[in-house]
């Protein structure tokens, strides 16, 4: 999807839910550090009426068996690069939070005119989220990466945000600073819009939001990765990937609007790749 600014993007998050009491700090949550949140099976989340709005979304983005794909446990920490309007962290949050922890990233970005910073707005916004039960959020900036996180996370997730990365000329300095964040053991699990193998470097580069999947595969090998497996899970047969105006042709953008929406929306969402990652000695 296209980028938002953040703020409205963190504000979104909470969803107008009334404020909790308790505050988090950018740099607060440890593994163990439960809360007294109670742990529920993924399945159990993924009906909670918080995802109600969501939902959907679960025909094409496959929440279950993406992150089963991922082999990510409850017990793990995981982050999040990029949550944008939060999608996956209200799934994530309430899933890992109790046995786990969850953590959520982006690249450095300048202070927003009130002087809050990104992580500030984010543990904001997770506080006032009555769905997310007084979790404790750990969010930060991958230029400024908290020292006791360094070197201690089981995964990181990149859902859609590669294309955006190569954009802003940002790729290699973000997975080099995920692969200072990971464990030795730790994996990346990828989703990302993909485009047909024979596609030109001119349509394929981000600009339209598709990728072809061999190139994600090499930019992650060049940055220190290996690549442990592939799935079909997010695949999308009917979609061809070369819409002339990217894949926000598509839903959940349809950025033409009604201009041939019912094709459209009788597609779905974008084909994707999604691939699994291993930080390599």
Do not use: C
């Not at 159990?44 to 496959?62: C, K, S």
């Not at 899933?95 to 990233?105: C, N, R, S, V």
């Not at 954009?167 to 993909?194: C, K, P, S, Y």
């Amino acid at each position: 999807m296209r980028n938002t600014p953040l703020l409205a993007a963190a504000a979104a998050l909470a969803f107008a839910t009334p404020a909790l009491a308790q505050d988090h700090s950018a740099h607060g949550a440890h593994h163990g550090d439960h809360h007294g949140a109670e742990a529920h099976p993924l399945e159990h989340i993924l009906a909670m009426p918080h995802r109600d709005g969501d939902r959907a979304r679960d025909q094409y983005r496959n929440p279950a068996e993406t992150l089963a794909f991922f082999r990510i446990e409850p017990t793990m920490r995981v982050a999040e690069f990029a949550p944008g309007g939060g999608w996956y962290t209200r799934v994530l949050l309430p899933w890992l939070a109790p046995q786990g922890a969850y953590f959520a990233f982006q690249g450095g970005r300048p202070p927003a005119e009130d002087g809050t910073t990104w992580p500030q707005r984010f543990t904001a916004a997770m506080a006032a989220a009555e769905w997310a039960g007084g979790a404790q959020v750990t969010a930060f900036e991958s230029n400024a990466i908290p020292a006791d996180v360094a070197g201690t996370l089981d995964r990181v997730l990149i859902f859609r945000s590669i294309h955006g990365l190569l954009n802003g000329n940002a790729a290699d300095a973000e997975l080099r600073a995920i692969r200072t964040l990971l464990a030795d053991d730790g994996m990346v699990g990828v989703v990302q819009h993909r485009a047909s193998e024979d596609a030109s470097w001119d349509y394929a580069n981000g600009s339209n939001g598709y990728l072809r999947q061999s190139d994600v595969i090499r930019l992650f090998e060049l940055n220190g990765f290996e690549l442990v497996d592939t799935s079909e899970v997010n695949a999308n047969p009917a979609d061809p990937a070369n819409w002339e105006e990217g894949v926000w042709t598509l839903p959940p953008t349809l950025t033409l609007g009604d201009q041939d929406r019912a094709r459209y929306e009788a597609i779905g969402e974008s084909d994707r790749m999604t691939l699994l990652f291993r930080k390599r000695a």
